[in-house]
């Protein structure tokens, strides 16, 4: 995690240094928490104090860098805000200062180093999540879907913080020193101090300084509107290969494969791997090679009548406008509701699209249910069983045809799991106040119907292309999939030059994490014809 470089080290890194060495005196504070573009800092004499602080002032220290060694995390390669502070020691600072253009060039220039630094990185950044006293303070009711959605929404994107049970001493104290009302919670109090009330995620992330600035005149080679396994991929290679690249999404990165609890088919993780971890990992990866990532940014009308040679311009849900000169449609799926009444008023109140641990949490020791049998819902079932009392499987056909036989055979050795085939869910009980209460399925073929007094469902019923966005500027199918690959077009092109698509969006996709990483990637290639094509003809 702190790794000390060698002379020669240090030598090969100043190369790649974005300024001379500063000075710094005793006690000067070198970055703070919260500052954008802090750079990181290869110290050459004296030292740096870093330390964590959360949104109430408390501070611990992490540690001191000493001769050799580098300050910074996963936040100075993207220029994002930084989530420590660092100061010069007793006997002062002398540092060479690397900004984020300058320190992904030494991770992609040197070899040997960007392996070094990149693993202490990403070693910081699970310590500052697991840490205490760092990051972002939620206030509010556990059960409260605004504090689920909010946790929900920091823990998928990586960034550390803590709750605070506003019917605890402390909390009580809190929400009555800040003089806030009921309806304010949940409170979000950003690491500067900065206190939200009720926020949603677009500001959550300005407070935390997470969404890139984008520049309003620049043109990218590519946007990828959605940051799934597909849209990731396309950022890895696409910045790899030294194209400008920008991501949009609009919750977090990894799509659906990112609530995935257990990913256990992917090539090369013989032992499983987490849709976080999986996409955590891409993320960086993607961030390393230069992409801007956007979150929570989407694409709300893609503008493919007024094709200039400034390329196509995307309008997006903050209100700007960003263009491209190709646009890779990567935006997936969205949930599948079922046409059940009180659906939308609980979902995030014992409604669930997805099982992470937040929900584990939530829901541990209780009966629980859940609907699908693809194999989300049985990774889902898997990693939910073991932490609750009962979960109901509820399912419409036999699971051998629609699930994959490893997960079949691990659900039939669970004792808790009561398998429903040939049932759907018709009513709701509760209230978004209150929660869930109860759920009643009913038998497809007699009619009877099943009353279950419950607080948690999760629904794993598939998803529907999400594609209204693009304003009938490419072909659809008839369920609203982009069409590819028509009238001697490229594999992953769409009906309008220029504009591609990839991942579970795509008309005939194969709806697997490793396919869509593998069209992620080819995507870039016809890109590259592509443009050629365009500079060939101009």
Same mark, same amino acid.
């Given at each position: 995690?702190?790794?000390?470089?060698?002379?020669?080290?240090?030598?090969?890194?100043?190369?790649?240094?974005?300024?001379?060495?500063?000075?710094?005196?005793?006690?000067?504070?070198?970055?703070? %928490?919260?500052?954008?573009?802090?750079?990181?800092?290869? %110290?050459? +004499?004296?030292?740096?104090? #870093? #330390?964590?602080?959360?949104?109430?002032?408390?501070?611990?220290?992490?540690? =001191?860098?000493?001769?050799?060694?580098?300050?910074?995390?996963?936040?100075?390669?993207?220029?994002?805000?930084?989530?420590?502070?660092?100061? $010069?020691?007793?006997?002062?600072?002398?540092?060479?200062?690397?900004? !984020?253009?300058?320190?992904?060039?030494?991770?992609?220039? =040197?070899?040997?180093?960007?392996?070094?630094?990149?693993?202490?990185?990403?070693?910081?950044?699970?310590?500052?999540?697991?840490?205490?006293?760092?990051?972002?303070?939620?206030?509010?009711?556990?059960?409260?879907?605004?504090?689920?959605?909010? /946790?929900?929404?920091? /823990?998928?994107?990586?960034?550390?913080?803590?709750?605070?049970?506003?019917?605890?001493?402390?909390?009580?104290?809190? #929400?009555?020193?800040?003089?806030?009302?009921?309806?304010?919670?949940?409170?979000?109090?950003?690491?500067?101090?900065?206190?939200?009330?009720?926020?949603?995620?677009?500001?959550?992330?300005?407070?935390?300084?997470?969404?890139?600035?984008?520049?309003?005149?620049?043109i990218y080679d590519v946007i990828v509107t959605g940051a799934g396994p597909a849209g990731l991929a396309t950022a890895v290679y696409g910045?790899? +290969?030294?194209?400008?690249?920008?991501?949009?999404? /609009?919750?977090?990165?990894?799509?659906?494969?990112?609530?995935?609890?257990?990913?256990?088919?992917?090539?090369?993780?013989?032992?499983?791997?987490?849709?976080?971890?999986?996409?955590?990992?891409?993320?960086t990866q993607a961030t390393k090679f230069g992409a801007e990532l956007a979150i929570p940014l989407s694409a709300d009308h893609l503008h493919?009548?007024?094709?200039?040679?400034?390329?196509?311009?995307?309008?997006?849900?903050?209100?700007?406008?960003?263009?491209?000169?190709?646009?890779?449609? $990567?935006?997936?799926?969205?949930?599948?509701?079922?046409?059940?009444?009180?659906?939308?008023?609980?979902?995030?109140?014992?409604?669930?699209?997805?099982?992470?641990?937040? +929900?584990?949490?939530?829901?541990?020791?209780?009966?629980? !249910?859940?609907?699908?049998?693809?194999?989300?819902?049985?990774?889902?079932?898997?990693?939910?069983?073991?932490?609750?009392?009962?979960?109901?499987?509820? %399912?419409?056909?036999?699971? +051998?045809?629609?699930?994959?036989?490893?997960?079949?055979?691990?659900?039939?050795?669970?004792?808790?799991?009561?398998?429903?085939?040939?049932?759907? #869910?018709?009513?709701?009980?509760?209230?978004?106040?209150?929660?869930?209460?109860?759920?009643?399925?009913?038998?497809? /073929?007699?009619?009877?119907?099943?009353?279950?007094?419950? =607080?948690?469902?999760?629904?794993?019923?598939?998803?529907?292309?999400?594609?209204?966005?693009?304003?009938?500027?490419?072909d659809l199918d008839a369920k609203g999939f982009v069409v590819t690959g028509q009238d001697g077009a490229a594999p992953l092109e769409t =009906?309008?030059?220029?504009?591609?698509?990839?991942?579970?969006?795509?008309?005939?996709?194969?709806?697997?994490?490793?396919?869509?990483?593998?069209?992620?990637?080819?995507?870039?290639?016809?890109?590259?014809?592509?443009?050629?094509?365009?500079?060939?003809?101009?």
């Amino acid at each position: 995690m702190f790794p000390t470089l060698t002379a020669a080290q240090i030598a090969a890194a100043r190369r790649f240094a974005s300024g001379e060495p500063q000075r710094f005196e005793p006690g000067a504070e070198m970055f703070a %928490v919260g500052a954008r573009n802090a750079p990181a800092w290869l %110290v050459l +004499e004296g030292s740096i104090d #870093v #330390v964590r602080r959360d949104g109430l002032g408390h501070e611990s220290a992490i540690v =001191s860098h000493h001769a050799g060694q580098f300050s910074g995390e996963i936040s100075q390669l993207g220029g994002r805000a930084s989530l420590a502070a660092g100061i $010069a020691g007793k006997d002062g600072c002398l540092a060479v200062p690397f900004d !984020a253009a300058h320190l992904r060039a030494l991770l992609i220039g =040197s070899a040997d180093l960007g392996e070094l630094l990149m693993r202490a990185f990403i070693l910081r950044r699970v310590g500052l999540i697991n840490a205490d006293n760092v990051g972002s303070i939620l206030v509010g009711r556990p059960e409260d879907p605004d504090l689920v959605r909010l /946790t929900g929404f920091l /823990t998928r994107n990586g960034y550390p913080h803590s709750t605070m049970d506003v019917e605890t001493d402390e909390g009580r104290e809190l #929400v009555e020193r800040l003089a806030v009302q009921p309806s304010d919670l949940p409170l979000m109090i950003c690491p500067n101090g900065t206190v939200l009330k009720h926020p949603g995620d677009a500001e959550a992330a300005l407070c935390l300084g997470m969404t890139p600035e984008l520049e309003p005149d620049k043109i990218y080679d590519v946007i990828v509107t959605g940051a799934g396994p597909a849209g990731l991929a396309t950022a890895v290679y696409g910045a790899s +290969e030294g194209l400008s690249v920008l991501v949009l999404d /609009t919750r977090a990165f990894g799509g659906q494969a990112g609530a995935s609890a257990r990913i256990e088919n992917y090539l090369g993780f013989p032992t499983g791997i987490s849709g976080q971890a999986l996409a955590g990992r891409a993320f960086t990866q993607a961030t390393k090679f230069g992409a801007e990532l956007a979150i929570p940014l989407s694409a709300d009308h893609l503008h493919c009548d007024e094709e200039t040679e400034a390329g196509f311009r995307l309008d997006l849900n903050n209100g700007t406008t960003v263009r491209a000169r190709t646009v890779v449609i $990567a935006s997936g799926a969205r949930y599948r509701r079922p046409d059940v009444p009180k659906l939308e008023e609980l979902e995030g109140a014992g409604i669930s699209y997805w099982a992470s641990p937040i +929900e584990a949490k939530l829901c541990a020791g209780e009966e629980v !249910a859940l609907v699908g049998g693809g194999n989300s819902a049985g990774q889902a079932t898997v990693f939910l069983a073991p932490q609750v009392e009962k979960l109901n499987l509820i %399912v419409r056909r036999p699971l +051998e045809e629609t699930m994959s036989k490893y997960l079949i055979d691990r659900i039939a050795a669970l004792p808790n799991v009561e398998l429903h085939v040939g049932k759907e #869910v018709v009513a709701l009980e509760g209230d978004r106040a209150t929660g869930l209460k109860a759920v009643t399925f009913r038998c497809r /073929t007699t009619g009877a119907e099943h009353h279950c007094a419950l =607080s948690h469902l999760f629904l794993f019923i598939g998803a529907d292309p999400n594609t209204a966005w693009l304003n009938d500027c490419v072909d659809l199918d008839a369920k609203g999939f982009v069409v590819t690959g028509q009238d001697g077009a490229a594999p992953l092109e769409t =009906s309008r030059r220029g504009v591609f698509a990839a991942g579970d969006v795509r008309c005939g996709s194969t709806k697997r994490v490793a396919a869509a990483v593998g069209e992620g990637a080819a995507v870039i290639a016809q890109i590259h014809a592509f443009l050629g094509a365009e500079t060939t003809s101009a």
